[in-house]
């Protein structure tokens, strides 16, 4: 029987990360998650992000909206979430979860930092989870 061994990042490349703790994303636009990769010239990478998002005030409808940069040049915009209202009377907070899958169709190689920035006031975002990965073959 044969083997086929496949050297470390041959097929593809990985960088994650992930913080639990609340980042506020208020008034202006803020980073909410970002990581550098090295990518290999030539292919294109997929960028994987996810959140929970919480309104910091209640009781009604706020809505968070999310832009991606790569190297500070934005390349995804208009990524909008809701959360729902909670009820007039109430004080209990509600959240959404924020689910971006988007391709930069770029392929330079090289050291490149992708940015996730979030905008939307009395809102706080947590367990953001970033991942790119780069497939060779």
């Known amino acids: 029987m044969d083997t086929l061994q496949i ?36 292919y294109t990478s997929i960028l994987e992000f996810n959140c929970s998002i919480t309104s910091v005030v209640g009781p009604t409808a706020r809505i968070a909206t999310f832009k991606i940069k790569r190297d ?8 909008s979430v809701t959360i729902p209202p909670t009820g007039t009377g109430t004080n209990t907070l509600q959240s959404a979860t924020v689910h971006v899958v988007h391709e930069d169709g770029n392929t330079s190689g090289g050291s490149t930092t992708y940015t996730v920035e979030g905008y939307g006031p009395y809102i706080a975002a947590k367990q953001r989870y970033l991942a790119i990965t780069q497939t060779k073959k």
Do not use: H, M, N
């Not at 990360?17 to 550098?36: E, L, M």
């Open 7 to 42: 050297a470390g990042s041959a097929v593809t490349t990985t960088a994650r990360s992930y913080s639990s703790g609340d980042s506020a994303i208020a008034t202006s636009y803020s980073t909410v998650a970002s990581k550098t990769i090295t990518r290999v010239a030539g």
């Open 72 to 79: 500070g040049v934005e390349i995804r915009t208009g990524v």
